[in-house]
């Protein structure tokens, strides 16, 4: 009998330690998770960061209550606190689920709906536990007394399982995904991330191929407790959480350009909210369905890299947005997918019509710039009553002339005229009539003269025509030709007929002068030689 008691006394000491061990084992790791609840929580603004919060929290619920079920020999009902450790087990697989989607891009996922539906299995899982013993749902049955896990159940017992593992999966296949997408640092990132999330399913498929190092001992919520340190680890020690999803919210979502990424069959992946407001797509575009679906434009967009996209506006007019593309590849260089960047050139082509308008209108501008100078030249140059050139534009065009001259060695006549009587025929007939006669004097003149004379008013009623090129003696026929043409002429004014007659006086290049002064002096001594002989002919300097 004294044997007997020994051993009894020996197991249950055992127990005992057993039992403080574990608990403490247990209440360290609680601890731990509050530590990380904390930090996670000071930062709850980066990304991410909220639901490593709630995840470590409900490790600290999981490690405390499991610890107090060890320590408690008496409990309000039996197993009351190994159901408690429940609130911390249907909850880490939603935390570990949101953690993941924020992790890998996927944030935008959790709507209040989505949110609504990932806690519909936990609640009402709590809710069929506690009350078990009305319906059986949950045990099924399958609770032996003093059991200190929780490893068979009944049909609920397994659903639970069925859909936090499948959460789990899920959480793992995106971080898989990721992780063989990325390079360099963001790649050591995401597998820090891949572990923590592995780590418990290891433990867990351990545990139920009949490996328990640590007997009656779930260990579970330990791991989970490390898988947090390594996620607090990935995300603030290495700023996963700073860098990608922070850059890409503040960079990519506020973008004014739309970003588009599609995978390897051109379904759509991922994309910023200029996305809609440049396509005019209203809602939210769905994810995984194909561009060829959504934008038939893009079909071919496998073998362009450029184009352009009309867009309709709520004002009726279109939007021209113009689209590239940028093929994404992984580390051993195989393509992965496809970044669309759009760009809306709307205003730039408006403007750049609005542009070429006034650029028009300028052009425009300029020429009747240059017809208005062209004018104002030419009538600055320009007798205003007869039409001919005055005597500025003589000025300038004597000394060109006169070189041209020399240049080419040729001659150059000079024929002065001037209306006879012109005084007289003013003061009987009127200056109305007096400017009538040089009107006319000046159509003779641009009559008979050649494109490369120059028929001047010199001032008055009198006139030069300089013809390049021509002898003395073709010069005084010309002259002549002029006196006829202008004797001939019978000017009506006033039911009146009236005439008039012209002296002429003609200087050649170089034999009588070789300055324009000397030439014209030359020209005008021949002109008062004629109006001496009478008038009403031609004379030629010297002769």
Not at 154 to 167: D, E, Q, R
Request: glycine content about 6%; hydrophobic content about 50%; some cysteine.
């Amino acid at each position: 009998i004294d044997v007997q008691c020994l051993d009894f006394c020996l197991l249950r000491w055992l127990r005992v330690e057993r039992a403080d061990l574990y608990a403490a084992l247990l209440v360290l790791s609680a601890l731990v998770a509050a530590v990380i609840a904390v930090v996670a929580w000071l930062r709850r603004t980066a990304p991410g960061a909220i639901p490593l919060t709630i995840l470590a929290l409900a490790m600290v619920w999981w490690a405390m209550t499991y610890a107090l079920h060890w320590l408690s020999p008496h409990q309000p009902k039996p197993f009351f606190w190994l159901d408690a450790t429940y609130l911390g087990v249907v909850t880490a697989p939603t935390a570990l689920f949101s953690l993941t989607l924020q992790i890998t891009h996927r944030g935008h996922w959790l709507k209040r709906r989505v949110i609504i539906l990932l806690l519909i299995e936990p609640l009402l899982s709590l809710a069929l536990l506690w009350t078990d013993p009305w319906h059986g749902w949950f045990f099924g049955g399958q609770r032996p007394l003093g059991s200190n896990l929780i490893y068979q159940g009944g049909f609920w017992f397994y659903t639970n399982i069925f859909y936090s593992y499948g959460l789990i999966l899920l959480s793992l296949i995106f971080l898989i995904t990721q992780f063989a997408q990325m390079s360099g640092l963001l790649r050591s990132q995401t597998g820090v991330i891949l572990l923590g999330a592995i780590l418990p399913v290891m433990v867990n498929l351990v545990s139920l191929l009949g490996f328990h190092p640590l007997p009656d001992l779930d260990l579970t919520p330990v791991v989970f407790v490390f898988s947090s340190l390594i996620f607090a680890y990935g995300l603030f020690h290495h700023g996963l959480l700073l860098i990608i999803p922070v850059a890409r919210s503040v960079l990519i979502e506020s973008m004014r350009d739309g970003v588009l990424v599609l995978d390897r069959q051109n379904r759509v992946v991922d994309y910023n909210p200029a996305t809609r407001a440049l396509l005019g797509t209203s809602g939210q575009i769905s994810y995984g369905l194909p561009i060829r679906e959504w934008l038939p434009q893009l079909a071919n967009i496998e073998t362009k890299e450029s184009g352009r996209l009309l867009i309709p506006a709520a004002n009726g007019e279109q939007r021209t947005v113009e689209w590239n593309t940028v093929l994404l590849s992984n580390d051993k260089r195989q393509p992965i997918g496809r970044l669309v960047v759009f760009r809306d050139l709307t205003d730039l082509e408006q403007a750049y019509i609005a542009l070429h308008e006034l650029n028009e209108r300028l052009q425009a501008q300029l020429e009747e710039n240059k017809v208005l100078q062209e004018q104002l030249r030419e009538h600055a140059l320009r007798d205003p009553l007869t039409g001919l050139y005055n005597r500025r534009f003589l000025e300038e065009a004597l000394p060109r002339e006169l070189a041209r001259a020399v240049r080419l060695s040729y001659n150059i006549s000079f024929v002065m005229l001037d209306i006879d009587q012109f005084k007289s025929f003013n003061d009987t007939y009127g200056h109305e009539a007096g400017d009538k006669l040089l009107q006319a004097m000046g159509k003779v003149l641009t009559t008979y003269t050649r494109a490369d004379d120059i028929a001047c008013r010199l001032g008055g009623e009198e006139f030069l025509v300089v013809m390049p090129n021509i002898t003395g003696d073709t010069a005084f026929q010309r002259a002549e030709q002029l006196r006829r043409a202008f004797e001939e002429i019978s000017l009506t004014y006033h039911s009146l007929c009236l005439n008039a007659k012209i002296s002429l006086g003609v200087a050649l290049f170089p034999q009588h002068g070789k300055t324009p002064a000397e030439l014209l002096r030359a020209a005008d001594w021949a002109l008062y030689d004629a109006k001496q002989r009478g008038g009403n002919c031609v004379v030629v300097y010297g002769k």
